[in-house]
């Protein structure tokens, strides 16, 4: 019982699912994969752990890089029954055809560059006050 209430747990989030079809016949960095639904990395992290946590996805470390893909072929049946349902339910679905356009643009960037962007944390120097802000707003 406990899996059936994971495997479902799991694909009750539209999130956790945009991801899971991003995994699709592929292999993704965690930042890839945070470009992809635009969230923090720490939610992103925490959406992977329950993916991981009802055994639809795996992950393998490659020096400091994370990789998901989906669960293997030798998979319990319940885990790949659930994922062939999934993937087959959503080919036509709109925003997973826009999240496929999105992530073929994405594989394009260097996952470095993608990894160090998420990263950049602005210094309190370069933020905009909001009386810089009041006064951009006023003058234009």
Same mark, same amino acid.
């Given at each position: 019982?406990?899996?059936?209430?994971a495997?479902?747990?799991?694909?009750?989030?539209?999130?956790?699912?945009? /991801?899971?079809?991003? &995994?699709?016949?592929r292999?993704l960095?965690?930042?890839?994969?945070?470009? !992809?639904?635009? #969230?923090?990395? +720490?939610?992103?992290?925490k959406?992977?752990?329950?993916?991981?946590?009802?055994?639809l996805?795996?992950?393998?470390?490659?020096g400091?890089w /994370?990789?998901?893909? &989906?669960?293997?072929?030798?998979?319990?049946?319940?885990i790949?029954?659930? !994922?062939?349902? #999934?993937?087959? +339910?959503?080919?036509?679905?709109?925003?997973?055809?826009?999240d496929?356009q999105?992530?073929?643009?994405?594989?394009k960037?260097?996952?470095?560059?993608?990894c160090?962007?998420?990263?950049?944390?602005?210094d309190?120097?370069?933020?905009?006050?909001?009386?810089?802000?009041?006064? +951009?707003?006023?003058?234009?």
């Amino acid at each position: 019982m406990y899996e059936i209430m994971a495997v479902t747990k799991a694909m009750a989030d539209e999130t956790r699912v945009r /991801m899971l079809a991003a &995994l699709e016949g592929r292999e993704l960095c965690v930042c890839q994969l945070i470009e !992809l639904v635009e #969230l923090a990395p +720490s939610t992103v992290s925490k959406h992977l752990s329950i993916l991981r946590g009802a055994r639809l996805i795996e992950s393998r470390k490659d020096g400091r890089w /994370m990789y998901y893909r &989906l669960a293997l072929e030798d998979s319990p049946k319940l885990i790949k029954g659930a !994922l062939a349902w #999934l993937t087959k +339910s959503l080919h036509s679905q709109q925003r997973i055809l826009n999240d496929r356009q999105r992530l073929e643009q994405i594989l394009k960037t260097d996952p470095e560059l993608l990894c160090r962007k998420q990263t950049i944390v602005p210094d309190d120097d370069s933020r905009e006050t909001e009386e810089d802000f009041i006064k +951009s707003v006023s003058s234009g």
